[in-house]
């Protein structure tokens, strides 16, 4: 799994930390049961902070990805591969686009404008 971090971009460390779990979920290379690096160790390849890695840890934590175990680290919880913020916020999209007579080539148009 390859881990990357752009210091300079806008997006927040920890944030970035968890797409790459996310990502690494998604593509199959981190399996379910999968036991993830310890945070200091990850943080010194990835010249960040601990804290900014437990931050990331633990945001994947609350979402279900992640599970802790004394003495066992972090581990790969489920194969969640999207949050359930994003999971909603598509939804709530979908159906003000339906209410307002856009279908879904509609939509997909305009995501691809947007990003």
Do not use: K
Not at 2 to 13: A, G, I, K, Q
Not at 39 to 66: H, I, K, Q
Not at 92 to 104: I, K, W
Request: net charge positive; aromatic share 2%; glycine share 6%.
């Amino acid at each position: 799994m390859r881990w990357t971090v752009d210091h300079s971009s806008r997006e927040p460390l920890p944030l970035q930390i968890v797409a790459c779990v996310r990502q690494g979920v998604a593509s199959g290379e981190l399996a379910v049961g999968e036991q993830l690096p310890p945070a200091a160790e990850l943080a010194a390849a990835l010249s960040v902070d601990r804290n900014t890695v437990l931050a990331a840890y633990r945001r994947l934590r609350d979402d279900g990805v992640l599970e802790f175990r004394r003495g066992r680290g972090a581990r790969v919880a489920s194969a969640v591969t999207e949050p359930a913020p994003v999971t909603e916020a598509a939804q709530t999209l979908v159906a003000v686009a339906r209410r307002h007579g856009l279908g879904r080539h509609d939509l997909i148009r305009l995501i691809e404008r947007l990003t």
